[in-house]
Nanobody, 129 residues
Framework: QVQLVESGGGLVQTGGSLRLSCVGSGFTFSDHPMAWFRQPPGKEREFVAGTSRSGGTKYYKDSINGRFTISRDNDKKTVYLQMNSLEPDDTAVYYC??????????????????????WGQGTQVTVSS
Protein backbone atom coordinates (compact mmCIF):
# COMPACT_ATOMS: atom_id res chain seq x y z
CA GLN A 1 0.00 0.00 0.00
CA VAL A 2 1.49 3.28 -1.16
CA GLN A 3 1.58 6.02 1.44
CA LEU A 4 2.99 9.52 1.72
CA VAL A 5 2.60 11.02 5.17
CA GLU A 6 3.35 14.70 5.77
CA SER A 7 4.06 16.31 9.10
CA GLY A 8 5.47 19.54 10.50
CA GLY A 9 2.74 22.00 9.65
CA GLY A 10 1.32 24.44 12.15
CA LEU A 11 0.69 28.06 13.06
CA VAL A 12 3.61 30.48 12.81
CA GLN A 13 4.02 34.25 12.81
CA THR A 14 5.20 36.25 9.81
CA GLY A 15 8.95 35.84 9.44
CA GLY A 16 9.00 32.49 11.17
CA SER A 17 10.15 29.09 9.93
CA LEU A 18 8.76 25.60 9.60
CA ARG A 19 10.21 22.33 8.35
CA LEU A 20 7.82 19.94 6.65
CA SER A 21 8.59 16.23 6.34
CA CYS A 22 7.04 13.57 4.14
CA VAL A 23 7.73 9.88 4.61
CA GLY A 24 7.04 7.46 1.78
CA SER A 25 6.23 3.76 1.99
CA GLY A 26 4.90 1.00 -0.24
CA PHE A 27 6.99 2.02 -3.26
CA THR A 28 10.64 2.43 -4.21
CA PHE A 29 11.12 5.96 -2.93
CA SER A 30 14.52 6.53 -4.56
CA ASP A 31 13.10 5.82 -8.04
CA HIS A 32 10.78 8.83 -7.89
CA PRO A 33 11.45 12.52 -8.26
CA MET A 34 9.51 14.28 -5.50
CA ALA A 35 7.80 17.62 -5.08
CA TRP A 36 5.86 19.83 -2.74
CA PHE A 37 2.62 21.52 -3.75
CA ARG A 38 0.30 23.77 -1.80
CA GLN A 39 -3.34 24.77 -1.98
CA PRO A 40 -4.22 28.16 -0.48
CA PRO A 41 -7.80 28.67 0.73
CA GLY A 42 -10.19 28.98 -2.21
CA LYS A 43 -7.43 28.55 -4.79
CA GLU A 44 -6.06 25.81 -7.00
CA ARG A 45 -3.19 23.55 -6.02
CA GLU A 46 0.16 25.01 -7.08
CA PHE A 47 3.70 23.76 -7.41
CA VAL A 48 6.19 24.88 -4.75
CA ALA A 49 9.42 22.88 -5.12
CA GLY A 50 10.74 19.70 -6.73
CA THR A 51 13.79 17.50 -6.60
CA SER A 52 15.37 14.78 -8.69
CA ARG A 53 15.65 11.18 -7.55
CA SER A 54 19.06 11.74 -6.02
CA GLY A 55 18.29 15.19 -4.64
CA GLY A 56 21.05 16.71 -6.70
CA THR A 57 18.74 18.85 -8.84
CA LYS A 58 16.09 21.12 -7.39
CA TYR A 59 13.64 23.60 -8.84
CA TYR A 60 11.23 26.07 -7.28
CA LYS A 61 8.20 28.25 -7.85
CA ASP A 62 9.55 31.58 -9.02
CA SER A 63 8.00 33.63 -6.23
CA ILE A 64 9.63 31.57 -3.50
CA ASN A 65 12.75 33.74 -3.95
CA GLY A 66 15.13 31.52 -2.01
CA ARG A 67 12.99 31.32 1.13
CA PHE A 68 12.27 27.58 0.80
CA THR A 69 14.64 24.63 0.39
CA ILE A 70 13.64 21.13 -0.70
CA SER A 71 15.82 18.17 0.24
CA ARG A 72 15.51 14.41 0.51
CA ASP A 73 17.05 11.48 2.36
CA ASN A 74 16.51 8.32 0.37
CA ASP A 75 17.75 6.12 3.20
CA LYS A 76 14.95 7.50 5.36
CA LYS A 77 12.48 7.63 2.45
CA THR A 78 11.78 11.22 3.38
CA VAL A 79 11.51 14.51 1.54
CA TYR A 80 11.71 17.81 3.40
CA LEU A 81 10.67 21.40 2.82
CA GLN A 82 12.47 23.98 4.92
CA MET A 83 10.45 27.19 4.88
CA ASN A 84 11.97 30.43 6.15
CA SER A 85 10.77 34.04 6.22
CA LEU A 86 7.18 32.86 6.02
CA GLU A 87 4.52 35.30 4.85
CA PRO A 88 0.72 35.26 5.23
CA ASP A 89 0.45 34.38 1.50
CA ASP A 90 2.22 31.11 2.29
CA THR A 91 -0.85 29.97 4.23
CA ALA A 92 -2.06 26.76 2.58
CA VAL A 93 -2.37 23.03 2.86
CA TYR A 94 0.98 21.62 1.78
CA TYR A 95 1.17 18.29 -0.04
CA CYS A 96 4.09 16.12 -1.01
CA UNK A 97 3.87 14.18 -4.24
CA UNK A 98 5.83 11.55 -6.11
CA UNK A 99 6.50 11.89 -9.82
CA UNK A 100 6.59 8.91 -12.14
CA UNK A 101 9.62 6.62 -11.68
CA UNK A 102 11.84 7.84 -14.52
CA UNK A 103 15.57 7.97 -15.12
CA UNK A 104 17.34 11.30 -14.79
CA UNK A 105 17.62 11.42 -18.59
CA UNK A 106 13.87 11.05 -18.98
CA UNK A 107 12.88 13.36 -16.15
CA UNK A 108 10.81 16.42 -16.92
CA UNK A 109 10.76 19.02 -14.16
CA UNK A 110 7.00 19.08 -14.04
CA UNK A 111 4.98 21.70 -12.19
CA UNK A 112 1.65 20.15 -13.12
CA UNK A 113 -0.24 18.21 -10.42
CA UNK A 114 -1.55 15.77 -13.03
CA UNK A 115 1.98 14.48 -13.66
CA UNK A 116 2.39 13.18 -10.13
CA UNK A 117 1.28 9.68 -9.29
CA UNK A 118 1.25 9.52 -5.47
CA TRP A 119 0.02 12.16 -3.02
CA GLY A 120 0.03 12.68 0.70
CA GLN A 121 -2.97 13.82 2.71
CA GLY A 122 -1.58 17.29 3.32
CA THR A 123 -0.49 19.34 6.30
CA GLN A 124 -1.86 22.77 7.19
CA VAL A 125 0.50 25.76 7.36
CA THR A 126 -0.95 28.98 8.71
CA VAL A 127 1.08 32.18 8.84
CA SER A 128 -0.35 34.96 10.97
CA SER A 129 0.33 38.62 10.28
Amino acid sequence: QVQLVESGGGLVQTGGSLRLSCVGSGFTFSDHPMAWFRQPPGKEREFVAGTSRSGGTKYYKDSINGRFTISRDNDKKTVYLQMNSLEPDDTAVYYCAADRPVTDAGWIRSRRPTTFVYWGQGTQVTVSS
